[in-house]
């Protein structure tokens, strides 16, 4: 019984809903409810909610008793407003002739969309970040739509074909910003962001490809050094920047500068690898050394110069040093804190290659060892085995058992 008289109530309720829909033709994608919108100057038509087309309705502003249009209109339940202006903007209440059916609108002017203003940036060689902001305040809610397409290549401009465009992921956490994730260096996008507001759409197609666009972020960890015993050298170090994840196609070059303090021109280097020893520092002043960085094929452009950082070399001359010369004197970070002393034990040596590639050297060196023991050990197994080799079936295990302890030979390195 129960149960039947919900199941009534629910076909009720549905039919209610169909029913209501059905005569509540009034727009209503956008915003709270019961909001409507319109252009100033323009002619505004108002919906009537809950009253079908055509239904003759009285029209009042909400606590005004004028009436202003009625049932005998010939325009249905739609109150025309020729040319609205903001004092049009309000509430408004509708209702039939019999009072039954009706509601409240409230009108809301702004201009249609503008076309978005849209840039893109790269400060990796995968990931292309898109971001937009109004080129005019439309004074209405708004919404950004960002899609993408890959050009194919090949194709002039006219018979660019695209492949489908796919939706550019918004930020959740940071509005008005998409982002391309994996792009390929070499290809062409098409992008386009659309503003989309309650008075329509406007869209700004921007073509951007990576190795264009691309610019790193500045180098991190800059440290500049003295270099004990030499008193116009400085020792500069960096590393790559944190948001480029370092591969071997793609990899950073960088261009140096510094120069002495009251000196307001840049001596400018570009430096092999990771640092540089500056030779012609000026004695006993600080200098400012910065460092920027570009994709090592020079797509795209310079990064940003890093922030300075100051050095001063070694006042004194080696002799004096030689007590601690197995300190090296560093200044990190900034110029306010006093020289602290170095972990490092070696005085600075004169070695510009990179970390990377003495690693390179040294993992390629063990390999040749590791393979010139193994070889060793095969041509002994095989002599072995030419000398006892038909001596006896069970000289075998033995043989075997002596190329076993092959890799743990003490001078195998550990790979
Ligand atoms: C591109 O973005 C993805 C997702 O955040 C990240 O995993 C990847 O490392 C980025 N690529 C580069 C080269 O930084
Ligand atoms: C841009 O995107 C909008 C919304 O998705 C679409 O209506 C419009 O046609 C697109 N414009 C171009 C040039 O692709």
């Known amino acids: 019984m129960n149960s039947s008289c919900s199941g009534l109530s629910r076909v009720l309720l549905a039919v209610a809903i169909a029913l209501v829909s059905a005569c509540s033709p009034c727009p209503q994608a956008w915003g709270p409810p019961g909001v409507q919108y319109g252009q100033p100057g323009r002619p505004v038509m108002l919906c009537c909610p809950g009253v079908s087309a055509g239904t003759p309705v009285y029209w009042f502003r909400d606590k005004e008793p004028t009436l202003l249009q009625g ?50 940036q790269a400060s990796d060689y995968e990931n292309i970040s898109c971001t937009w902001s109004p080129s005019q305040v439309s004074g209405l809610p708004t919404h950004y739509v960002a899609s993408y397409r890959k050009k194919l ?76 015993g030499y008193p116009r050298r400085l020792h500069a170090s960096w590393t790559y920047p944190s948001s480029w994840p370092q591969q071997p ?34 004695a006993g002043l600080p200098h400012a050394v910065r460092v920027s960085a570009r994709d090592f094929l020079d797509a795209g452009t310079w990064s940003a110069w890093s922030v300075e950082v100051w050095g001063t070399p070694s006042t004194g001359s080696l002799t004096n040093e030689i007590p601690d010369a197995g300190k090296l004197h560093t200044q990190l970070a900034d110029s306010t804190g006093p020289p602290r002393p170095s972990l490092q034990p070696d005085p600075w040596p004169l070695d510009h290659r990179d970390p990377l590639e003495q690693m390179v050297v040294l993992v390629s060196l063990g390999i040749f060892s590791f393979l010139g023991l193994a070889a060793g050990a095969l041509a002994l197994g095989f002599w072995l085995r030419l000398r006892w080799g038909g001596k006896d079936a069970h000289q075998k295990p033995g043989f075997l058992a002596s190329m076993i302890p092959v890799d743990k030979l003490p001078g195998t390195p550990d790979l």
Do not use: M
Not at 194 to 223: F, K, M, Y
Not at 271 to 279: A, C, F, M, Q, R
């Open 71 to 120: 049932p005998d209109s010939g325009l249905g339940h739609e109150l025309v407003l020729a040319q609205a202006d903001f004092t049009d903007e309000g509430t408004y209440l509708c209702h039939t002739p019999d009072g039954q059916l009706g509601g409240t609108v409230t009108l809301k002017l702004g201009s249609p969309p503008e076309r978005p203003v849209v840039s893109c």
């Open 153 to 228: 290549p090949g194709t002039g401009d006219q018979r660019v074909t695209l492949s489908t465009g796919q939706p550019c992921p918004q930020d959740l956490l940071r509005a008005a910003r998409c982002v391309i994730y994996w792009a390929e260096f070499w290809s062409q996008y098409r992008i386009n962001v659309t503003e989309v507001n309650p008075l329509g759409a406007s869209s700004r197609v921007l073509d951007v490809s990576l190795q264009h666009i691309l610019r790193p972020d500045p180098p991190e960890g800059l440290r500049v050094e003295s270099v004990p």
């Open 249 to 282: 196609h793609f990899l950073l070059k960088f261009r140096l500068q510094y120069r002495p303090s009251q000196h307001p021109a840049w001596s400018t280097v570009e430096p092999i690898g990771l640092e540089e020893v500056i030779t012609d520092a000026v």
